[in-house]
């Protein structure tokens, strides 16, 4: 039934009046959320059954991605994108008297993930779905999400994020108790020999029943839903009297409370490592039991199955899928390991030390000890198959159990077939730094796929006045294609829309500036330069960097109010985990430095400092369309590729950015007069670390300006950071400055002093605008997830792809 205005009307009404016995006039925002998510469910779930139908029908084989992070955000206004309904629903509310805004605002994002990780697995989620390939995530059906972010006195407090316990909870995920598996944690294991296999017998371990719910991946105008199947822990029906306190079932029910319990003590690691299990169990074994369902042969499962192991977190997929070969299908070692290796597939997110997880060995004993005795025999057969080939020192470098840890990025990489990093730059140092060994070993499993973004959501969603003006110069069939976005580069020199990429822009830091004084009482000028940085709080990432240089303009500013600067609106969004304390006194000290600067009338306020609380997806789509400048500061060598720079140069922003990550490539894409470059190279950060001849003191001794600048952490010119200032300035000088902010200050000063040149030739700067905007489709998620398809997981496209003729019926 193809879908129109007076349709629509019509059963939306008769879906409310179902629900509730109400009409449109009386039902609150809730209802009329529910019901409009109610009717977008029912008509999606027509092409989510037609979609399993066809992969069965089809035999295909089928990809599992496995994330214990996704950041989808809300879900609401993407369907509606997605099936084409959008437009019309607002025209539809807006005849009925709805104000579809204030009914969309009802959704709470749905808290799965923390920041770039997160954010990435739903971007990939919603490009596999629209461009028709056969997989599917898999995570954690977390209660809480990360943190609730709220300042108080200037410091980061951090409060439970109950998303699930809002009015509106999830209208979209399905429970399916059916599907429940059983996950085994703990006890003791013995291996018995019976009929020419080892049988584990479990001793005294804890049963937890594991229950999938699962939500709907909508692809765009092409009737294909994938599913991302998250799970919750419960209690086993069959064991429940033994559970039979608050404090007794807590231990089993918190397992999928909160993401990321702080693992800056045992407690915590403990439960970190129980959630790792517990979701990665709990999906493979669906996975297989769904296999063997359709199929009849174990031994071929690669041909039919893909896993993708996104980051560390989900590494034990290797050593489980393994037991379950092993020890319930009774497969040889050798065939399950052939097998296991040819289906899994992964996928590393950094070079630092602190995220390459590593498990000590009693606790991973105590937590999964057959997992451990897998994890010990692939260790073993590793060490023995390269003896005598391979130089002693680097077998000993590439084990998976040394120094009493087992190292989860070496498990992943010996049991895949592929490891990719996620930007050339990060690939390239996989290869020659942090996985040396291991390219050495396994060249042929490397490979390069840079990270990409929904350009869905993040322009014809976040800036839809910006996607229309579009509309007027290459039509519509952008939005299919991104790839004809780069045909914008052809009106460089049309003024008349260069004018309107100006117009749209200021609309958007007109509405940002608005949302700046709801939240925090601060009034902006629309018309300056709005400098946003907004990603996870980390020392690499520089912040503080950012920081420093706004110091040196408060001091200049002081000095001299008159001072002929552009004025800047500096804007900051960012969660620091809750035991990483250096990160909370630089927020710390980002909010005093804002308070003094925001209420000092002697500077005219010519630059004005914004740290927005709780900085999550829908605060995102809100920042980055109003934003001028991109900051992608991170210290060379470290940012593994980072997507926000992809998104706000989609939005128009120009980056002033670091040679680290993607920044790479971005710059090639836009050429060296689009972007403004700073900073240190990797080769000259390597260097460095070789030769040891960084001394940061030097710095403040000898740069006045640096002098000055640190001086005012210290000396109360910034009140109300007497310890977090000397903190931040000890590490800056006497513990020699870890990530080279100091080195880079001047160049920073300089490219800065060149952005603002820039801005005010406000032609140029639009015409730098619009390369960005036509050069970001090369960082469409679309393609970076036909790449995975093709040259991973071998999967093919099996839905229809035909715009907008193809759409969603009711």
């Not at 993708?308 to 037991?323: G, K, L, Q, S, W």
Request: glycine share 6%.
């Amino acid at each position: 039934m193809e879908l129109d205005k007076t349709l629509f009307i019509e059963n939306f009404k008769k879906r409310l009046s179902q629900k509730y016995a109400i009409d449109v006039s009386d039902a609150t925002n809730s209802e009329l959320y529910d019901t409009l998510c109610s009717l977008v469910k029912s008509s999606y779930s027509v092409s989510w059954r037609q979609t399993w139908k066809d992969y069965l029908k089809e035999n295909e084989k089928q990809v599992y991605y496995f994330s214990i992070e996704f950041l989808p955000g809300k879900l609401l206004k993407s369907n509606l994108l997605n099936m084409g309904w959008y437009q019309l629903v607002i025209d539809s509310f807006k005849e009925i008297g709805i104000d579809f805004e204030q009914v969309a605002a009802v959704e709470p994002d749905m808290a799965l993930g923390n920041g770039g990780l997160g954010r990435l697995a739903a971007d990939f989620m919603d490009s596999l779905a629209s461009e028709g390939y056969p997989v599917n995530g898999n995570g954690i059906r977390y209660r809480y999400g990360l943190f609730k972010q709220r300042f108080v006195n200037g410091y980061q407090v951090e409060l439970p994020d109950e998303w699930l316990k809002t009015a509106a909870g999830n209208a979209w995920e399905i429970r399916r108790a059916s599907k429940a598996v059983t996950v085994t944690m703990g006890g003791h294991v013995e291996l018995v020999q019976k009929n020419g296999y080892l049988e584990p017998i479990y001793k005294d371990a804890t049963l937890i029943k594991a229950v999938p719910y699962d939500v709907g991946m909508v692809g765009y105008h092409n009737q294909h839903v994938n599913t991302l199947r998250l799970w919750s822990a419960e209690i086993p029906e069959a064991v429940e009297s033994c559970y039979p306190t608050i404090e007794a079932r807590r231990q089993i029910e918190d397992i999928t409370t909160v993401l990321y319990p702080d693992d800056s003590n045992e407690a915590g690691r403990r439960l970190r490592l129980k959630q790792e299990y517990f979701f990665v169990s709990a999906g493979v074994q669906s996975i297989i039991r769904h296999y063997k369902k359709y199929h009849e042969t174990i031994d071929q499962i690669s041909q039919r199955v893909a896993i993708h192991i996104n980051d560390t977190h989900p590494a034990m997929c290797v050593a489980e899928f393994m037991r379950i070969l092993l020890d319930e299908e009774h497969l040889s070692w050798e065939k399950a390991w052939e097998q296991t290796v040819k289906t899994m597939s992964y996928t590393n997110h950094t070079i630092m030390a602190e995220a390459l997880e590593t498990w000590d060995i009693p606790l991973l004993n105590e937590i999964q000890p057959r997992i451990l005795q897998i994890i010990a025999e692939i260790d073993h057969r590793f060490v023995a198959h390269l003896a005598g080939k391979m130089d002693g020192q680097l077998i000993e470098r590439t084990r998976i159990i040394s120094g009493g840890k087992v190292h989860m990025a070496h498990l992943a990489v010996i049991g895949s077939h592929s490891t990719n990093g996620v930007a050339q730059l990060h690939t390239d140092l996989l290869k020659s730094d942090v996985l040396q060994d291991f390219y050495t070993l396994y060249p042929e499993r490397f490979n390069n796929k840079t990270n990409g973004i929904a350009l869905r959501r993040w322009l014809q969603l976040a800036n839809p006045e910006l996607a229309a003006i579009i509309d007027q110069k290459l039509g519509r069939n952008w939005r299919q294609n991104a790839c004809q976005l780069q045909q914008l580069q052809q009106y460089n020199t049309d003024e008349q829309f260069l004018k309107k990429l100006a117009v749209v822009k200021l609309h958007n830091k007109q509405r940002l500036a608005k949302l700046i004084e709801e939240r925090t009482g601060v009034t902006v000028d629309p018309t300056a330069i709005f400098d946003v940085q907004i990603k996870r709080l980390h020392a690499y990432k520089r912040q503080l960097l950012n920081l420093l240089r706004i110091i040196k303009l408060y001091l200049d500013l002081k000095e001299n109010p008159d001072l002929a600067i552009v004025p800047r609106v500096f804007i900051f969004g960012a969660k620091a985990a809750p035991s990483y304390h250096y990160a909370k006194s630089i927020i710390k000290c980002i909010n005093e430095t804002a308070a003094l600067i925001n209420h000092d009338s002697t500077i005219q306020g010519k630059i004005k400092v914004i740290f927005l609380e709780n900085y999550d997806v829908s605060l995102a789509e809100q920042i980055i369309p109003a934003a001028d400048i991109s900051e992608q500061i991170s210290t060379a060598s470290k940012e593994a590729s980072g997507t926000s720079n992809m998104k706000l140069m989609l939005n128009g922003a120009l980056t002033v950015a670091t040679l680290d990550g993607a920044n790479v490539e971005i710059k090639e894409q836009v050429g060296a007069d689009n972007i403004f470059m700073f900073g240190l190279t990797k080769q000259e950060v390597y260097r460095y670390y070789q030769d040891h001849s960084y001394h940061s003191l030097d710095y403040y001794h000898h740069n006045l300006v640096i002098h000055r600048v640190l001086d005012a952490l210290i000396d109360g010119t910034i009140p109300n950071i007497a310890a977090e200032g000397h903190e931040i300035f000890d590490s800056l000088t006497y513990l020699n400055d870890d990530y080279f902010v100091l080195r880079d200050f001047e160049d920073y000063l300089r490219i800065q002093d060149q952005v603002d040149e820039t801005y005010r030739d406000q032609k140029k700067w639009q015409q730098m605008s619009l390369i960005n905007i036509a050069k970001a489709c090369h960082f469409s998620s679309d393609i970076t997830v036909k790449k995975y398809a093709s040259e991973i997981w071998q999967v093919r496209s099996v839905a229809q792809k035909g715009g907008v003729n193809i759409g969603y019926p009711l």
